[in-house]
Every structure is written in structure tokens, then in C-alpha cells.
């Protein structure tokens, strides 16, 4: 870690969270990862977005890095006050294979060789946690493959090398099943090497207490929120392409928090943000105005 | 003369060369004449008679007139005088004989009305009509004949207007002319005067403009003008006689139209309603018309003071465009429209039914649709109320229009409060009731209650209300305790709606009935009911009831906590009636009414209640039977139902979940009695939610057989309005969903679109409809054929596709940024580099464009009838399909064109669209764009047809194959709509490149589709405009014509759109891929 007078830097390799990071299970989804960790599974993380996500591959990076834990890795690199590293790639669709393994740059005299986040995390043994990964190129996916399974390699064609994964390594992906076309499925080679943990919003009652804690509103305003966002999930597929996520409702109690009033704060967090039909814009605020005062 | 005066030898000697009943006549005459006219006066009138019939060879007839009428005439004219009427009949006479015997005929009657001045002038009135012909004689003897009538009701001047409207129409037509001059009389007699003048002067106007339409402006005319305002018919005649001036033929119509419009607008308006029409009239008479005509229809949703806004409005589009301005003030322009909808204050339902329905979507979780009330009553299962909103467990309906209050706002909040009233009913699960399962809040008591042996129900409800022996005050303390549990729960769980629904219920509460003076056991559900809308405050009862009634406001206070369930309105009710038991119904005098402001509601007790399971009458010193008022009692009548909560009718609901479930194969649990029809019968007759008295008297047993056959038809009926998906609501599985959802396809679905009106410049809303509907489905055979017969043109285009894929990823090169150096790029930057050019650009890197084909087409076949000629005698025939208002032309021809069509093998135009169609699609399959295929036809505005041979997303397969075999000829091309539809569609699909492909064969022509039938213009505006609305939404369009006469109005219609010719139609099939193929690229 650098730190200057403006901000803290880390290697990519290095960053790791170091306070807790507030997650509350829902199901039995933390009992499961660290199965998976510990048998070096990789891990398929399904659900609708804003639904906490790369929030729960945080925490259990924490988790899993804690020297409490009474599963901590070997060979994983245990940041003095966090949990493992989490090398995040949010994948987009001109992702390519160099951009995950690494590539060469030119350099005052030549090349020189720069290693991709992905070569790095298996270099560390680090979580990697490869994000809306279906929107990656298809040709990039399959370079997972052999380090998804019994030999856990990456092998670096450019560099003629082949490099085993760290101990702790562990490659997470999360898919969005909902708004994935036909054409952006995961293939199933790639599909079945992971174990997939399937993520929905929060039922009304978690949801109202994650609100509460990570917005500073009142219980009963996250309450309000927790039940609005369960009746705007209601229109999925019937106009939305996707419910409100937990992530908005949270940014929605924030504004409240600071004073703005909630009908306006839902307004610019939940009704234009999810959608710009006019209609159905019209049928979320009416939703609003309902639960709101 | 040389015989003695008085004796009138001479002349009778004379007289009796004419025909005997002269001489006769005038003999009689004569003897009743003696006493009043001397011997020489006799003579001389004698002398005169003869004189008539001297004048001609049947003048006779008018001299026996004369003879006859003067003992009449010389009562009303002293006897000097007479030469004065004997002298205006022998000028008549002199024209004609059958004049003048009609004039002397008429003339005493007449003198009763007329003075002998006005004699004159009243003959003048019969010399103008007379024009020397035989028709016209007779017009004027008729007027003469009727004249004693007509001036029973008219003056002279008015007779005058008559007649020269008479004789203006006689020009056009003598029989149209008698025929209202026989009318008139009766037709003017029952007007007053001042509006007889001005409907004379408007009848003479319609004599000049539209004579055709005289009869019958004077045979309804009178009726119509009845219509309008008292005092304004005048001024109304006014109005319609300058418009009809340059209106011509459309003068009769549009006075009629218009009256009878004004009929519908109250009258104390009409004198706004025509100044305002008034103020059109000089910019244009049909404008003043139509204003007038639209008026009711306007006043219906606006305001008085907003029409004359929406008035001004139109007026200003009139001075700018005339045609704009009528089609304004027609209705048929979207901008009077949008005027009128920004001025109402109005809620149409139509306009807010898709906010509503995701709005109770979100609050239920439960796919709903919105209805307008009457679609329920229209279903005959057992819904009657045509005002009050309702839910059947999957439809919310509500009334079509909401206008309690002066902004849109309020009005909608009243939608609001209704629909979330009801969609609470599923939120709060009000139809999920069990009779089994406890409540939350008070004790179950139902089931010990039960008596043994009863007879299995059909459904809980049922089960529930067979407990009680007065069913219809069971449902109705059932209705206040569950309304008022499903109040409190919005109340609670929705804040931002508390203050409207609040208020919605203190309305109600103004409108409640009068409680003192009701028969005590109705006023006590009255009560409940006013306590159920918040109200306590508002109750009145006898003091003596006190407690009761305090227990009563208990139970339901009880139904206010959080959690409490139906089955605790059960409960309630349960409790209720056995207070409401205990209650005769008998009438006090409302003296003996108390105002409750403060009632002590007894929450304990009423918790209490109930928990022997006899009842609790006469315990604890509470008012018994015993101490209840004496009176007669009186049968229980329902209190009225409250308007906001509408139609509550949970038995139905759940009867029609009940039949829904096992229609789509769901469980029947042992505890319910079978579905047969005479346990519905049985349930029928018992409900009291079904009010058997709508039904036909006497008829009883048909009666409710219908309703059983429409309870099933609306269990098995799917809610169709689009993106539905019928689900029970209750929370059941929706069994077998997915058949039904095939089935759903195969319906018939309706879509409305704009027509754009080139004169007017501005589109006439919702004017066509779209009937969309999946082709059915032949042979394949067709599709193989062509397969076959094309397989060298097959195998060209699918290479020439195939080429179309390597291009996706091309290399491109010299980037700043990129997946892989350029090898020969950073040697050359190397080098110049180290050779130090400054000019050494560090662009060395490649990518691979990744440009995803992303493709969707829609084609758009033309199914017009021309497309049915067979290609080599194109050349001899006209293009167009002209059977616009004969389809019995069109059947034969269509039919000799299919007897020739099976006698030899001839390839039509359709037959040429089919295969290229086929060609295409099979080369589409090779790269994998989603393509739909479509064809379109119709006749009229209200039908244009709209085939789905593919759909968008529907995958390639048998089905399609076959429909391809029924694509023919049918009738005509509006070609508006069907781009519209199609353009719709591709909006709705996710795509980065949408194209429009349109395969036609003429020009697009319908009947309406354009001001007559030979206009073209019209039709192909709206085209253009439907084609620029489609580029608009980024699709890009491509017409497509095997016209050969195309050139010309392709032109005008895609001005910067891409068009071809094919000329030679043979070469379409391998043209049309070629043609894709560039436009995609």
C-alpha cells in the first residue's frame, strides 16, 4: 500500500477488506462458500443486481481471511488487518483474454511483460471474483477452464509459462440470469465447473434491518422502503426488466436520511432510476405515493 | 235586360247549356241568397257567374264554385264587396278553370282569416306558382285548397315565404313541392311564430341548395327544431341557412345532425353553444356545423367554461387551415383531442387503466387487469352494478369515468382509492377464507357452531353463510366487518393513501341514508357500516342499546389491529348477528334516536362475545328480547352498499376460483361438495349475492341456467388483455397456465392506431383498428416445393448469406489501444522512433471489431386482392383492386379467378411474394437475425387485418412452414396501419438494426382511405407519415413494389426512404435476398 496525501493506493493483489463489511445472511449462503473454499470449488453467484452480491464475496473474503477463522488457508496471503484479497474484474464486452492474463507494453527499450489481474490473483492466491462475467467475450471464458478444475493452471501463452494457483485462490463469477439475452448465456463447459449459490432480494424483514443498518434511517422508514421495494419487485416481467435492487432502496434511505423528503427521495432513487417508461414510471410513483406520506 | 229583375229567366235559360249541376247549384244558391241581396243584385250575380263559366270550356266548374260558396262569402263581405272576390277568382279563372273553382272553394274559408284586402294578395300568392303547366296547376290549386288550413297557422308574409320556397322547389321537382305543401299545415301549425319565419327562411335555402332534402327537412324539421332551446331556434335556423348557402348539398344533413346534437346538450347552454358556433361560421359553415354536432360529445367531458378554451383553440387552427380546423371540430384530429383532455378534469379510465393495472400488480403480486364495471355486468355471473367498481379475484373493475372533482388530480385519487380498495380485497387476502382455520384475534367459534350433518358446500364462504338463517344480513355485517378490516390494513401498510381514502370515506358518510326512522335491525347494519368508514361519530341508536351497540364498535375495532385475518371477520360477523339478532326490526320514532359522538366501545366484551357458543343473548344485564321496543316488525332490508367499496360478493369469487382451479385441472378436496350443476343451482337460489330478481320474471329456470353457463365461461375465460397471464389469486398453483397460454395466442387481438390526415395536418386518433390474428395453418407443401423447384437459387443466397458472417469480425488496425500489436506497425514505430522523427505516432495496436449482428426485420406482405393476378396478364389489367363497395362483384370475381386458377397452373403475384418469402427465410435461418413475417389486408378503417405468418421471437419451424401455404389474396391495402402494427412490434424487440421490409403490388388503397374513391393522395400521405413514424422510431423501412406504375407515387411516398421497382416480377425471388442483404450490411 502506498498512501499519499490524497488517497491510498494498493496493489491489485494486495487490496483486501480490512473492516468487516456488513452482510447479513440470508440463507445458508456463508456455510456453503466456505465449503466451497475450502474444497477449492469455484463459485457460481446467480441473482438480480443490487442484491448484495459482491457485498457477500467481500465479506467472506473477511471472513475467510480472519485469523479467528478457524479455516484459514495455508498458503493464502492474509492481509495483517483484513480478511484474503479480492481481485474484482467487472467484465464488459470487450474483455479480452490479454486483459485477464496480462500483456505486454512497450517500454523505453522494448517490452515489458504486465501481469492481468487474473495472473496476479493466481500468483497470490487470491479471490477472484470475476463480475457479470456473461459479458465477457466468449473466447476469454474458456480461458477459466483449466483453472477451474482438478488442475487449477493459468496458463500464459504469451509467456509460455503455466502457473499453478496459490492456495488460497478462488475464482468467483456472478450472472445476472435476469436480463441476459439468449445470445449471452454462460456456455455450459464454463457453467459446469462451478457450484452456483443463487441470490434473491432479501425477504421484507432482512431487507428492512440491511436498509436500516446501511442507510441510518429510522426501522420504520426502512420498513416503508423494504415494503415498497417487494411491491415494486411485484412488476418484474410486467413492464420492468428488473425489480428495484436492495442497493437502491439503501441510496433512497440515504437521501431520507439527509433530510430529503421520501416521496422525492424515492422518486429520483427507485421510480427514474429503474425505468424510463413514462407509464410505468407513473404506476411505481403511484406505488410511492401510497406507501409515503 | 229586358225581364223583370230578380227572376233570373234569362240566366238560368243560359246556365242550362252547361252541365245540369250548374244550374242546379246556382238555382240553390240563389233561394238561400233571396233574403240578403236585392232582385237586381241577384241578377247581376247571376250575370257574374255566367261570365265564369263564359271564360273557358271547363270554367263551368269555377262558376258552379262560386254559385256554391257565395251564400259562405256574403256572411264574411257585404254584399258589395263580392265583386271584389268574384273579380280575383275570374282572373284565376282566366288562367286557369281548376284554379279559380279552387279559389272560390277556399275563399270563404279563408275571409275567416284573411281580410278581403288580403284576398288579392292571396290569389297573387297562387298566380306565382301558376307557370302555365299542368303540374304547376295543380301545385296551385292544391295550395289554394289547403289554404284555409295553412292560415289557420300562418299570416300572410308567412304564406308568402311558403310559397316562394314552393316555387323554388317546384323548379326541381312539382311532386316534392306538393308533397310539402301538404305537410304544412300540420308541420307549422305546432311552431310558434317567430321560429316558423326562420324555418321558412331555412326551407327556402334548402329549396335552392339541397331541394332533395325539402321533404324531408319538413317532415322532421319541426321535430328536430323542437330540440333545440325555445329561444334559440331561430337563431339556430339562421346559423344552418348561411352555412347552407355554401355548405350546398350537406345543408339538411347538417341542420338535422346538429339538432339533434343540441338535443343532447341541456338547453340552458344552447345560446353559448351557438354563439360559439356562430363565431366559426364565418371562417367556415362546416366548421360551425361540426362544433355543433361534437358539442354533446365535448360537453360530456368538459366543462361549460372549458369548451369555449377548446373552442377558441380550433378556432385559431381554422384560420390557419380549414380542413385542419373542421377535423377539429370532428373530433377526428389527435389534436382536439389532446385539448380536450388537457382541459377536462375527467379521468377516463381507458387512459389510466395500464397505470392502475401495474399499480394493483405491485400491491398483489398477482397479474390483475384493469375493466371497466360494465365488462362485469356484460358477464352475467351474477355482477349487476354498472357504477360501482368490483374485483372477481383477477380483474379489478372499475367505472369507466371518474368527474366528482374539479382537477384530474382528485379524480384520479378516486381511481386510486378504488383500485387499491379492492386490490387490498387480494392483498389482505379477503377471498382466501377458510372455514377451518383460526383467525388471529378471535376466538373460533364457527366450527362448533356448525350444526352436524350439514350438507357439503361448494366453498367456504358458502359453508360460512350457511350458518346463519338470515343470509342477507350475514353478507352484509360480513361486508362492513371485512371492509373495515381491509380499511385499517391500507390505512396502516400505505400512509401516503390515509388522507385521500380518508376523505373518500367522509364523502361517503355525507351520503349515507338517514338512520333515524329504519326498522332498528337495519339501522344497527347502517351503523356498523358507518363505523366501518370511520365514522362512529355519525351513529344513532336508541339509548337503550347502548352496550350492544358499544360491543358491536368493539368487534370491529378489534378488526383494526395488525394481523387480523378474514377468518376474524368471520368471527365478527358472527358476533355482529348475534347482536343484530337481538334486534327486532321494528320502527321507533327517531326521537327515540340518540346521537353517539363518544361511543364506549367495549373491547373486552366484544372479545368475549361469542365464546359460549349458544350465543349471549340476555346475559349480563344487557338488553334482552324482552325489553326491545314493540312494533310491527319488519322484513331486514340491505343499507345501501358504499360506493368506493363497490360490489362485494365474496361467495361468487370464491365459486368462480373454485371452478377456475378445476377447469384447469386443479385438486377437488374431499371437503367441498361436487361442482355439479345442481349444487350451483342450489347455491343460486340460496346466495344473496346473486339478485335472482334481474332475472327475467317467470323465467327463472333458463334464466339461471344462463348464468351458470356464463359462470363457467368466465372461470374458463383467461384474462386476454396483453402481457397477462391468468393466475388464481389466491395463491393456488396455476395449473395447466401454459396450454392456455397457447391457446391465447390463437385469439383475435385488437390494436388501435392514428390515421394521419394530410388536409387537416393532423392525425385523427385511435381511427384504425388492427385485427391481429395468426394465419392458419395448410400444407407444407408449398415451402418444400419452392425448396425444390429454387434449389439452385436456394443454394446461391444461402452462400451469399453465409459471406455476410466472416465481415462480422473484421481486424482493425493502427490503434492506440488494441488486443494484440500490429507486428508491422511497431517495427515502422520502432524505427522511426529511434531514427527520432517526431512524427512517430505510437498507433501500433489492433481489435478485433466485434460488431455483433444484431438484426431484426419484419416483412410485410401485401394480401390485397390484386396481388391474385396472375403475372403474364398484369399488363392488361388495371392494378387496382376496385370492388370498394360491391362484395358481391368481388365474390364472383374472386370466384371465376379461383375456378381459373385450379384449371391451369399460373403463377400470381402473391404466388411470387410467397416464394421469395420462403427463399428469404430459409437464407435468414443461416444467420440467425430474428425476422417476422406479416401480411396485412382489410376493408375499412374498423378492420384492417393483420396476419402473423412468423412472429418476431416465434422460433422457424412446422407451423410457420404451413402457414405460408395460407398466405392469398384477400381484399383491400391500407397500408397506414399495417406499418404502424409492424413498426409497434419491432419497437417492442431488443435490436440494434430494425428494418421494415414492405412487399407490395400498388398503391395502398382502401375503401375511406382518402376523400372518395378516386383519390389517391390521401392514402398515400398516411403511408408516407407511417413510414416516416417507423424511421422515426429507428427502423429503417424499405418498400418494395412489383408496380411497374410505382415510380410515380413511391416518389411522394418515401421521399427519403429506400424504394425499388422490381420490374420484372419473375426476378423478386433472387432479387429480394440481395436487397436484405445491402441493407443490413
Not at chain 2, 307557370?131 to 301545385?139: D, M, Q, R, V
Not at chain 2, 327544431?225 to 329561444?231: K, M
Not at chain 2, 356464463?710 to 401454459?738: F, W
Request: glycine share 8%; net charge negative.
Amino acid at each position: 500500500m502506498t498512501t499519499t496525501g490524497m488517497y491510498r493506493q494498493y496493489a491489485a493483489e494486495e487490496y483486501a477488506p480490512h473492516v468487516e463489511p456488513f452482510y447479513l445472511p440470508v440463507g445458508d449462503e456463508v456455510e456453503l462458500f466456505e465449503a466451497a473454499f475450502e474444497q477449492k470449488i469455484p463459485v457460481l453467484l446467480k441473482g438480480p443486481t443490487g442484491c448484495g452480491k459482491t457485498r457477500f464475496v467481500e465479506y467472506m473474503a473477511y471472513r475467510l481471511g480472519r485469523p479467528v477463522s478457524h479455516i484459514r488457508p495455508a498458503g493464502g496471503v492474509a492481509h495483517p488487518d483484513g480478511g484474503l484479497p479480492v481481485i474484482t474484474v467487472a467484465c464488459h464486452e470487450d474483455l479480452t483474454a490479454s486483459d485477464l492474463v496480462g500483456r505486454y507494453l512497450l517500454d523505453a527499450d522494448g517490452t515489458r511483460w504486465i501481469d492481468g489481474p487474473l495472473t496476479r490473483a493466481v500468483k497470490t492466491g487470491a479471490i477472484c471474483y470475476l463480475d457479470e462475467v456473461v459479458e465477457a467475450r466468449k473466447d476469454t471464458t474458456v480461458l477459466i477452464h483449466p483453472l477451474t478444475d482438478y488442475r487449477r493452471l493459468l496458463p500464459v501463452e504469451k509467456l509460455g509459462q503455466v502457473i499453478e494457483a496459490g492456495d488460497g485462490f478462488l475464482l468467483v463469477i456472478s450472472y445476472n440470469p435476469g436480463y441476459q439475452s439468449a445470445l449471452k448465456d454462460l456456455k455450459h463447459s464454463t457453467r459446469q465447473r462451478f457450484i452456483a449459490i443463487d441470490f434473491t432480494y432479501p425477504p421484507r424483514d432482512v431487507e428492512t434491518r440491511v436498509i436500516a443498518r446501511e442507510s441510518d434511517v429510522a426501522t420504520e422508514v426502512a420498513a416503508e422502503l423494504a415494503k415498497l421495494g417487494e411491491k415494486v419487485r411485484n412488476l418484474k416481467e410486467h413492464g420492468l426488466g428488473e425489480g428495484v435492487s436492495t442497493r437502491l432502496l439503501i441510496y433512497a434511505g440515504r437521501l431520507i436520511a439527509r433530510g430529503i423528503p421520501p416521496r422525492r427521495a424515492c422518486q429520483v432513487a427507485v421510480v427514474w432510476a429503474l425505468t424510463d417508461d413514462a407509464e410505468i414510471q407513473r404506476s411505481i410513483e403511484e406505488v410511492v405515493t401510497s406507501i409515503f406520506e | 235586360m229586358t225581364q223583370e229583375p230578380g227572376s233570373g229567366a234569362a240566366a238560368r235559360a243560359r246556365l242550362a247549356e252547361y252541365p245540369s249541376s250548374l244550374l242546379r247549384d246556382h238555382d240553390a244558391a240563389r233561394l238561400a241568397l233571396a233574403g240578403r241581396m236585392s232582385p237586381r243584385e241577384l241578377d247581376e250575380w247571376s250575370a257574374a257567374g255566367l261570365e265564369l263559366a263564359a271564360i273557358s270550356m271547363r270554367a263551368w266548374e269555377s262558376a258552379d264554385e262560386f254559385f256554391k260558396a257565395t251564400p259562405l262569402l256574403i256572411e264574411r263581405v257585404p254584399v258589395s264587396a263580392l265583386r271584389f272576390v268574384h273579380e280575383y277568382g275570374r282572373s284565376l279563372t282566366t288562367e286557369s278553370s281548376t284554379l279559380g273553382a279552387a279559389f272560390f272553394r277556399s275563399a270563404a274559408p279563408v275571409l275567416e282569416r284573411l281580410t278581403l284586402g288580403q284576398l288579392r294578395d292571396w290569389a297573387g300568392l297562387a298566380r306565382q306558382l301558376y307557370k302555365g303547366t299542368w303540374k304547376s296547376s295543380s301545385l296551385a290549386g292544391q295550395f289554394l285548397e289547403v289554404s284555409p288550413a295553412l292560415f289557420a297557422a300562418l299570416d300572410l308574409p308567412e304564406a308568402r315565404a311558403l310559397v316562394n320556397f314552393l316555387e323554388t322547389l317546384s323548379v326541381r321537382s312539382y311532386e316534392l313541392s306538393v308533397a310539402c305543401l301538404n305537410a304544412a299545415p300540420r308541420v307549422l301549425s305546432t311552431m310558434e311564430r317567430h321560429d316558423r319565419a326562420a324555418f321558412l327562411g331555412f326551407a327556402g335555402v334548402i329549396a335552392e341548395t339541397s331541394w332533395a332534402d325539402a321533404r324531408a327537412f319538413f317532415e322532421h324539421g319541426a321535430r328536430l327544431l323542437q330540440q333545440v332551446g325555445a329561444g334559440q331556434r331561430g337563431r339556430f335556423l339562421m346559423l344552418a341557412g348561411a352555412v347552407a348557402r355554401r355548405a350546398g348539398r350537406q345543408a339538411y344533413p347538417f341542420f338535422a345532425e346538429a339538432a339533434e346534437a343540441l338535443a343532447r346538450v341541456d338547453e340552458a347552454e344552447h345560446p353559448q353553444m351557438l354563439g360559439l358556433a356562430e363565431s366559426l361560421a364565418a371562417e367556415s359553415g362546416p366548421a360551425a356545423m361540426e362544433f355543433l354536432k361534437s358539442a354533446p360529445r365535448v360537453r360530456q367531458r368538459l366543462r361549460m367554461e372549458d369548451v369555449a378554451g377548446w373552442h377558441e383553440v380550433g378556432r385559431r387552427i381554422l384560420a390557419s387551415s380549414v380542413e385542419g380546423g373542421e377535423a377539429y371540430f370532428r373530433l377526428e384530429s389527435s389534436k382536439g383531442e389532446e385539448v380536450i383532455e388537457s382541459l377536462s378534469a375527467r379521468v377516463e379510465l381507458s387512459r389510466v387503466s395500464e397505470i392502475l393495472r401495474m399499480y394493483c400488480k405491485a400491491l398483489t403480486g398477482t397479474p390483475m387487469t384493469i375493466q371497466s364495471v360494465a365488462a362485469l355486468a356484460e358477464k352475467g355471473v351474477g355482477w349487476v352494478d354498472e357504477d360501482r367498481p368490483s374485483t372477481e379475484g383477477t380483474h379489478v373493475y372499475l367505472p369507466p369515468v371518474v368527474e366528482r372533482h374539479g382537477s384530474k388530480e382528485e379524480n384520479f385519487g378516486v381511481y386510486k382509492v378504488y383500485s387499491t380498495h379492492q386490490a387490498a380485497h387480494l392483498e389482505f387476502r379477503s377471498f382466501d377464507f377458510r372455514f377451518e382455520r383460526p383467525g388471529s384475534q378471535l376466538e373460533t367459534t364457527r366450527v362448533t357452531r356448525e350444526p352436524a350433518g350439514r350438507e357439503p358446500a361448494l366453498t367456504d364462504m358458502e359453508r360460512f353463510f350457511d350458518l346463519f338463517a338470515d343470509r342477507r344480513l350475514a353478507a352484509d355485517l360480513f361486508t362492513a366487518a371485512e371492509d373495515t378490516r381491509v380499511d385499517a390494513a391500507v390505512k396502516r401498510e400505505y400512509s401516503g393513501i390515509r388522507r385521500t381514502l380518508e376523505r373518500v370515506q367522509q364523502d361517503e358518510l355525507l351520503t349515507r341514508p338517514e338512520v333515524r326512522g329504519m326498522p332498528l335491525r337495519q339501522a344497527f347494519a347502517e351503523n356498523a357500516i358507518r363505523a366501518s368508514l370511520g365514522g362512529e361519530q355519525a351513529i344513532a341508536f336508541p339509548a337503550v342499546f347502548a352496550p350492544m351497540l358499544g360491543r358491536a364498535i368493539g368487534v370491529l375495532r378489534i378488526l383494526q389491529r395488525p394481523g387480523a385475518m378474514v377468518e376474524d371477520s368471520a368471527e365478527a360477523t358472527l358476533r355482529l348477528y348475534e347482536i343484530a339478532e337481538q334486534i327486532r326490526n321494528v320502527v321507533l320514532q327517531s326521537a327515540e334516536f340518540a346521537d353517539w359522538p363518544e361511543l364506549e366501545a367495549d373491547i373486552e366484551a366484544a372479545a368475549a362475545a361469542g365464546m359460549t357458543a349458544e350465543g349471549v343473548g340476555g346475559e349480563g344485564g344487557q338488553p334482552t328480547v324482552a325489553n326491545v321496543p314493540e312494533g310491527e316488525e319488519q322484513p331486514y332490508q340491505s343499507p345501501p352498499p358504499v360506493d368506493f367499496r363497490g360490489d362485494f360478493k365474496p361467495e361468487l369469487v370464491q365459486l368462480l376460483m373454485r371452478m377456475k382451479a378445476e377447469q384447469s385441472g386443479g385438486r377437488t378436496e374431499g371437503q367441498y361438495a361436487p361442482l355439479t350443476p345442481e349444487q350451483l343451482q342450489q347455491l343460486l337460489e340460496k346466495s344473496v349475492e346473486i339478485d335472482i330478481s334481474n332475472f327475467v320474471e317467470g323465467d327463472l329456470d333458463s334464466s339461471s341456467g344462463m348464468f351458470l353457463s356464463n359462470l363457467m365461461k368466465a372461470a374458463g375465460t383467461p384474462a386476454s388483455e396483453k402481457g397477462q397471464q391468468r393466475q388464481p389469486s389466491d395463491g393456488a398453483p396455476a395449473q395447466g397456465a401454459g396450454d392456455e397460454e397457447e391457446s391465447l395466442q390463437q385469439e383475435v387481438q385488437y390494436f388501435y392506431y392514428d390515421e394521419w390526415d394530410f388536409r387537416a395536418a393532423d392525425y385523427k386518433p385511435g381511427w384504425c383498428r388492427i385485427i391481429q390474428q395468426t394465419l392458419d395453418e395448410g400444407e407444407d407443401e408449398f415451402f418444400e416445393r419452392t425448396l425444390r423447384e429454387q434449389s439452385g437459387l436456394v443454394a446461391q443466397t444461402r452462400k451469399q448469406f453465409e459471406l455476410l458472417k466472416p465481415e462480422l469480425y473484421r481486424k482493425i488496425k493502427r490503434l492506440y489501444d488494441g488486443e494484440e500489436y500490429d507486428l508491422d506497425a511497431a517495427i515502422e514505430y520502432m524505427v522511426e522512433r529511434r531514427s527520432r522523427r517526431a512524427q512517430a505516432e505510437e498507433k501500433v495496436y489492433w481489435r478485433r471489431n466485434k460488431v455483433e449482428r444484431d438484426v431484426a426485420v419484419a416483412f410485410l406482405l401485401d394480401m390485397s386482392a390484386s396481388t391474385d393476378e396472375e403475372i403474364t396478364r398484369r399488363e392488361q389489367k388495371p392494378g387496382d383492386d376496385d370492388f370498394d363497395d360491391d362484395p358481391r362483384r368481388y365474390l364472383a370475381w374472386w370466384a371465376q379467378k379461383k375456378a381459373r386458377e385450379r384449371s391451369r397452373e399460373v403463377k400470381r403475384i402473391i404466388d411470387i411474394e410467397k416464394e421469395s418469402t420462403v427463399l428469404l427465410m430459409e437464407a435468414l435461418e443461416t444467420i440467425g437475425d430474428s425476422y417476422g413475417i406479416f401480411g396485412f389486408s382489410g376493408y375499412g378503417r374498423e378492420c384492417v387485418e393483420f396476419y402473423v405468418v412468423k412472429g418476431l421471437e416465434e422460433p422457424f419451424g412446422d407451423a410457420v412452414k404451413r402457414r405460408i401455404d395460407k398466405i392469398m389474396p384477400i381484399r383491400s391495402t391500407r397500408m397506414g396501419p399495417a406499418i404502424r402494427h409492424a413498426a409497434f412490434k419491432l419497437d417492442q424487440h431488443d435490436a440494434k438494426v430494425k428494418i421494415l421490409v414492405l412487399l407490395s403490388d400498388g398503391r395502398p388503397q382502401d375503401h375511406g382511405y382518402g376523400r372518395d374513391r378516386t383519390e389517391k393522395e390521401y392514402a398515400i400521405h398516411d403511408t408516407k407519415m407511417a413510414l416516416n413514424e417507423a424511421k422515426r422510431r429507428g427502423i429503417t423501412p424499405f418498400c418494395l413494389t412489383v408496380d411497374r406504375a410505382g415510380h410515380d407515387y413511391l416518389k411522394t411516398m418515401c421521399e427519403d426512404i429506400g424504394y425499388e421497382v422490381v420490374a420484372d416480377v419473375q426476378s423478386l425471388p433472387s432479387r429480394l435476398p440481395t436487397l436484405y442483404r445491402r441493407l443490413t450490411e
